[in-house]
């Protein structure tokens, strides 16, 4: 009876996300008719995200559910690899991703929020999806969390991973410009190209320290109170 909340929580955080991002295709913005379309944003990018990694747990509560009681050992190897992926996607995608879209967004927005999301905007966007979009996520994946204990892979790989994440849509971006001559976020317009190559690196070295975050936060809900219980025997 215990999985019986989280996995309805799961259902409701999934389909709150498949809301969102029709809500978001819905909308009638010039900058989804360009180059890219929704692709080019981060912000959509990380939703598509969520919504994956919401949709996998799922699936693997109802597999579970479904293979509860059984005796084949081909089911119980195809769910530790659904497992496996699930755990291997909050690691290097859905908490660091997650995370950095939101810290990012806000600091932007408080700063200037000329910066990241214009004025503009607002005809387009209304405020529920806006924090949909930039607020939600985060709560909503430590939620998860601690709801589920997720195995994370070494240090290294996982980093290597988020960076690669990283350096990709740094690339994407790029090309974005190259081919349309406009940058995807309004503060890479303002800065000198030294300047930007700063800020990329600056960017590529928050979303790392977030997946370490991530990986104590882990370790902290899940690891402490069975040190602690053994230290109580």
Request: proline content about 4%.
């Amino acid at each position: 009876m215990a999985l019986i909340p989280s996995q309805v929580l799961r259902v409701a955080i999934l389909l709150s996300y498949f809301s969102i991002l029709c809500h978001y295709k819905a909308l009638d913005m010039p900058a989804h008719q360009t180059y890219g379309g929704s692709w080019k944003f981060l912000t959509f990018i990380d939703l598509v995200i969520q919504a994956v990694f919401f949709g996998l747990c799922v699936l693997i509560d109802v597999s579970s559910l479904l293979t509860k009681g059984g005796d084949s050992r081909e089911q119980e190897r195809q769910l530790r690899k659904l497992i496996g992926l699930r755990d291997w996607m909050m690691a290097v995608l859905a908490f660091p991703v997650g995370a950095f879209v939101v810290f990012t967004f806000w600091s932007l927005y408080l700063y200037d929020r000329e910066l990241v999301y214009p004025k503009l905007l607002d005809n387009f966007i209304p405020q529920w999806l806006n924090h949909g979009m930039h607020t939600t996520v985060l709560p909503f994946i430590i939620i998860e969390m601690r709801t589920t204990h997720h195995r994370y892979p070494s240090r290294l790989w996982g980093l290597a991973a988020v960076c690669c994440f990283g350096v990709g849509y740094i690339l994407w971006t790029c090309w974005v410009h190259q081919v349309t001559g406009v940058w995807v976020y309004p503060v890479l317009e303002r800065i000198a190209p030294v300047a930007r190559v700063a800020f990329f690196s600056a960017m590529m070295a928050v979303i790392g320290v977030f997946y370490v975050l991530g990986e104590i936060l882990n370790s902290y809900i899940w690891e402490k109170p069975h040190t602690e219980k053994v230290k109580g025997e």
